[in-house]
């Protein structure tokens, strides 16, 4: 048997032709046996679009340098529809932002059309959840942040310089649009490019 997390694969095409055998086996089990024990399933109710779920994901981490810094990105996720917050491990460990934001190792493996990390420094533990984004783009003031390695887009600068910035562009662009319509990867493009 062998498991893996969600997200991780991106599932074949469906195939009537592939055939599979089912074998029953009994499994005598006794109370001993188990060396768990369930005492409670707790769900959290999630607001919104759930993070497996949504085409953009506006990602921070660390070098937002507060809890406040969320409300920015927040304001930056609005700009697209299907969007959702994310975050790196050490934000969610300093209870900026709760555990079901989590990007990464010990968090989730994200696969949205558009990740916009920002602050997010790039360690292996984060990129191993987002890497197989079609878009990222990462802002963040240092130059040398191992995200820029593998950011399809960098800017390099300070967030709370840049996201206003982004976020009047992003509302540019969509402007005399469908308010049904996604911002299209033309539209990330064009506004991208401009910095």
């Known amino acids: 048997m062998a498991t893996t997390r969600p997200g991780v694969m991106v599932p074949l095409a469906r195939d009537s032709k592939r055939?599979?055998?089912?074998?029953?086996?009994?499994?005598n089990l006794k109370e001993e046996d188990f060396r768990l024990k369930v005492k409670d399933i707790v769900r959290e109710v999630?607001?919104?679009?759930?993070l497996?779920?949504?085409?953009?994901?506006?990602?921070?981490?660390?070098?937002l340098g507060t809890?406040?810094?969320?409300?920015?990105?927040?304001?930056l996720a609005d700009c697209f529809q299907h969007s959702a917050i994310g975050a790196s491990r050490k934000v969610v460990d300093l209870g900026w932002i709760p555990y079901n934001h989590q990007?990464?190792?010990?968090?989730?493996?994200?696969?949205?059309?558009?990740y916009i990390a920002c602050g997010i420094s790039?360690?292996?533990?984060?990129?191993?959840?987002?890497?197989?984004?079609?878009?990222?783009?990462?802002?963040?003031?240092?130059?040398?942040?191992?995200?820029?390695?593998f950011a399809d887009h960098g800017i390099v600068g300070d967030v709370y310089q840049i996201l206003p910035e982004l976020i009047k562009q992003?509302?540019?662009?969509?402007?005399?649009?469908?308010?049904?319509?996604?911002?299209?990867?033309?539209?990330?493009?064009?506004?991208?490019?401009a910095h």
Not at 19 to 27: A, F, L, N, P, R
Not at 46 to 50: A, I, M, P
Not at 170 to 193: C, E, I, M, R
Request: glycine share 14%.
């Open 19 to 27: 055939q599979g055998e089912i074998k029953q086996v009994t499994v």
């Open 46 to 50: 999630s607001k919104g679009v759930k």
């Open 52 to 63: 497996d779920d949504a085409e953009v994901i506006v990602a921070g981490g660390f070098g």
């Open 67 to 75: 809890a406040e810094g969320f409300e920015l990105l927040k304001q």
């Open 103 to 114: 990007v990464g190792q010990t968090g989730k493996t994200v696969r949205p059309k558009l």
């Open 122 to 149: 790039g360690a292996i533990q984060h990129r191993v959840g987002m890497s197989k984004s079609a878009t990222i783009i990462a802002v963040n003031k240092d130059p040398d942040a191992p995200i820029f390695g």
């Open 170 to 193: 992003f509302k540019q662009a969509q402007d005399g649009k469908d308010s049904t319509q996604n911002l299209d990867s033309s539209g990330v493009k064009a506004v991208v490019g």
